[in-house]
């Protein structure tokens, strides 16, 4: 039996990057990377997908700014074996909608 | 825990309770079938040039190992250890690790700084 | 009691140290060719600073972070090398100008060209910051700078026309020679909002590990130390408005403008004026080049105390070291003191925005000031003066390079 496919993945490479369907829409970025401890590893539980990445990663004026959608992948529902262009596994449709 | 907010930039310390350093990076195990999980933190200058410029980083690597013969790779840290403190979270690192950490601080500390008259005093009142 | 001293000791180092090569530069040109008028920029920069220093002192006591700590694990390194980078900068820049202030008082005072006392005066900051302790350069820079207090003792003798001050201190635009007046505006607000000065301020009040039962004393501090600090640097330009301003002598004409105490003080007036400088400027440059050990470090996480022997902290001594030999260079290669001085002002203002930025938002995050984030006249305020200066720059230094 061959060994299992392994990749070591940066986390600072995948924050920001444009999450695709398989279509090749866009369906938004990065913006945090949930992880909750199991065992003796922290494994990753959700991945947060926003619109314009930067304006509320640094949340410049939280109070001022419409509340806006934040989108909420399991972490089976995106591929991030290529992190400069992580995909949908799933169709967009089943992802969560969370108002922050 | 969310990584870019309470991970990633966080204050290393050694077993000392001295800050010895800031995680530079992430490096998360991906598996197929299973979840991704952390495999290590990360702390260099090339890990932390490479977010802000990453040909850059490629390039200054190559040539720090071609000039000077060393290879710059960065320190690995597993992440255990680790507590709350404020609006912090703090890593302790293994003795292994701040020997890697602090090689620079203490070549200039035994090479240079001590050398020179009171470098070596002890801790000022 | 004890907090009292504290206090009393913040007050005064404050004002001990608050002249340097820029505000004393600025206020003397400023005085000299437009008297009174520009008071009000030296008001308002100092209320700016106030508010800053405020900022950080607090964000100090409450986080426990530094500025540049808390802008890196908020906004992450790919953000925050821009203002690490634009803050090493500027305070290069600064440190060398107060290396060459330092240079050009013993040239006053002795006669010989600036250029051989550079290295000398480089030396003597370098061994202050490797031999002694944080407390110790604070309290003598506090001491030794109440010799600037000539300069106030002076102003009060000459008995300025107070209508005129008054009107000063509002501000207005000049009747002549707008271009210019904007240009020294800008610069006084540059030496006035400097960036180091609240940096440092924050690295130390971690390294005295304040708490929130500090934070009242930190108002205090920072309102009145910076408040009667600025009032010396009024007096500077009251001297300078009626001294030299009569007798059109520019702020260039070093050896007739050094005697501008003289007239009020007599012939320790021309001592007094060239140890001001001196003083000011070497408790200046041992302030800025720790500041820029300070940032590194804290940027790249690394143990920073000035309370550490070297040896202890080889890094962190290597970050005042080549920072102090970096800003040797402009006055060693003769370029004039003065001029060096207004270009870093300059300089100094265009980077404010982006050192300013991102401290402002830090102070409106619960998370690092928990119930003590910034009111809403404090953020108005400080981002209103910093806007100002950016857009005087935007003018006045096109038409000044323009106008030589």
């Known amino acids: 039996m061959s060994a299992p496919r392994r990749r070591l993945v940066r986390v600072e490479d995948l924050i920001g990057q444009r999450v695709r369907e398989q279509s090749g829409r866009v369906v938004g970025r990065i913006e945090e990377i949930r992880a909750e401890p199991r065992g003796d590893r922290y494994e990753v539980t959700e991945y947060h997908l926003g619109t314009g990445a930067m304006l509320e990663r640094l949340a410049i004026i939280r109070h001022l700014v419409r509340p806006s959608d934040t989108i909420i992948a399991r972490w089976d529902q995106i591929d991030i074996e290529h992190p400069d262009a992580p995909v949908l596994t799933c169709p967009v449709e089943q992802l969560k909608h969370e108002k922050r | 825990m969310d990584l870019a907010r309470d991970l990633l930039d966080v204050q290393l310390i050694d077993p000392r309770q001295r800050p010895i350093g800031r995680v530079d990076g992430i490096l998360l195990d991906v598996r197929p079938g299973q979840p991704p999980s952390i495999a290590a933190l990360e702390v260099g200058a090339i890990t932390v040039l490479r977010r802000v410029h990453r040909p850059l980083a490629r390039w200054v690597h190559g040539i720090v190992l071609r000039w000077l013969g060393v290879s710059w790779r960065p320190t690995r840290i597993r992440l255990e250890h680790w507590g709350r403190v404020g609006v912090d979270i703090e890593i302790k690192v293994g003795e292994r690790a701040e020997q890697r950490l602090l090689r620079f601080e203490r070549w200039l500390s035994t090479r240079i700084v001590r050398r020179l008259p009171g470098g070596t005093k002890g801790t000022k009142p | 009691?004890?907090?009292?001293?504290?206090?009393?000791?913040?007050?005064?180092?404050?004002?001990?140290?608050?002249?340097?090569?820029?505000?004393?530069?600025?206020?003397?040109?400023?005085?000299?060719?437009?008297?009174?008028?520009?008071?009000?920029?030296?008001?308002?920069?100092?209320?700016?600073?106030?508010?800053?220093?405020?900022?950080?002192?607090?964000?100090?006591?409450?986080?426990?972070?530094?500025?540049?700590?808390?802008?890196?694990?908020?906004?992450?390194?790919?953000?925050?090398?821009?203002?690490?980078?634009?803050?090493?900068?500027?305070?290069?820049?600064?440190?060398?100008?107060?290396?060459?202030?330092?240079?050009?008082?013993?040239?006053?005072?002795?006669?010989?060209?600036?250029?051989?006392?550079?290295?000398?005066?480089?030396?003597?900051?370098?061994?202050?910051?490797?031999?002694?302790?944080?407390?110790?350069?604070?309290?003598?820079?506090?001491?030794?700078?109440?010799?600037?207090?000539?300069?106030?003792?002076?102003?009060?003798?000459?008995?300025?026309?107070?209508?005129?001050?008054?009107?000063?201190?509002?501000?207005?635009?000049?009747?002549?020679?707008?271009?210019?007046?904007?240009?020294?505006?800008?610069?006084?607000?540059?030496?006035?909002?400097?960036?180091?000065?609240?940096?440092?301020?924050?690295?130390?009040?971690?390294?005295?590990?304040?708490?929130?039962?500090?934070?009242?004393?930190?108002?205090?501090?920072?309102?009145?130390?910076?408040?009667?600090?600025?009032?010396?640097?009024?007096?500077?330009?009251?001297?300078?408005?009626?001294?030299?301003?009569?007798?059109?002598?520019?702020?260039?004409?070093?050896?007739?403008?050094?005697?501008?105490?003289?007239?009020?003080?007599?012939?320790?007036?021309?001592?007094?004026?060239?140890?001001?400088?001196?003083?000011?400027?070497?408790?200046?440059?041992?302030?800025?080049?720790?500041?820029?050990?300070?940032?590194?470090?804290?940027?790249?996480?690394?143990?920073?105390?000035?309370?550490?022997?070297?040896?202890?902290?080889?890094?962190?001594?290597?970050?005042?070291?080549?920072?102090?030999?970096?800003?040797?260079?402009?006055?060693?290669?003769?370029?004039?003191?003065?001029?060096?001085?207004?270009?870093?002002?300059?300089?100094?203002?265009?980077?404010?925005p982006i050192l300013i930025g991102p401290l402002l938002v830090v102070m409106n995050d619960g998370e690092y000031l928990e119930e003590y984030t910034n009111g809403w006249i404090t953020n108005i305020a400080v981002a209103a003066i910093v806007g100002l200066a950016f857009a005087l720059a935007a003018l006045a230094i096109p038409l000044q390079l323009m106008a030589q």
């Open chain 3, 1 to 352: 009691m004890k907090n009292l001293t504290k206090i009393g000791l913040g007050i005064l180092t404050s004002i001990g140290g608050y002249l340097e090569v820029g505000s004393m530069g600025t206020a003397i040109q400023a005085g000299a060719a437009f008297r009174y008028e520009l008071l009000w920029a030296i008001a308002l920069g100092t209320i700016c600073i106030a508010f800053l220093v405020e900022m950080t002192g607090r964000l100090a006591a409450v986080s426990r972070h530094s500025v540049v700590a808390a802008v890196r694990k908020r906004f992450g390194f790919r953000f925050q090398v821009w203002p690490l980078l634009s803050q090493v900068l500027v305070d290069l820049l600064v440190l060398a100008s107060e290396i060459g202030g330092a240079s050009l008082a013993l040239e006053l005072a002795t006669g010989y060209s600036f250029r051989i006392f550079v290295l000398p005066v480089a030396v003597l900051i370098w061994a202050l910051l490797w031999f002694a302790t944080f407390g110790a350069i604070e309290h003598s820079v506090a001491v030794l700078g109440l010799v600037t207090l000539s300069f106030s003792v002076a102003a009060w003798w000459l008995r300025p026309d107070w209508t005129a001050v008054r009107h000063g201190l509002v501000p207005h635009r000049p009747a002549t020679d707008a271009a210019q007046y904007a240009y020294f505006a800008v610069g006084i607000l540059g030496a006035t909002i400097s960036p180091y000065l609240f940096s440092f301020y924050s690295s130390g009040a971690v390294e005295e590990e304040w708490r929130k039962e500090d934070l009242m004393p930190n108002r205090i501090v920072a309102a009145l130390g910076m408040g009667f600090g600025s009032l010396v640097a009024m007096s500077v330009m009251v001297v300078a408005a009626i001294v030299l301003a009569p007798r059109g002598i520019e702020g260039e004409m070093y050896q007739q403008a050094a005697t501008m105490l003289s007239l009020p003080l007599g012939h320790w007036g021309f001592r007094l004026f060239w140890l001001s400088l001196f003083i000011g400027c070497v408790g200046a440059a041992l302030e800025i080049a720790l500041d820029v050990s300070y940032i590194v470090g804290q940027t790249f996480g690394w143990a920073w105390s000035e309370n550490q022997p070297p040896g202890e902290e080889a890094r962190f001594a290597l970050g005042y070291t080549l920072a102090i030999v970096a800003a040797t260079a402009p006055s060693l290669l003769g370029i004039d003191p003065l001029k060096l001085t207004m270009f870093s002002m300059a300089v100094t203002v265009v980077f404010l």
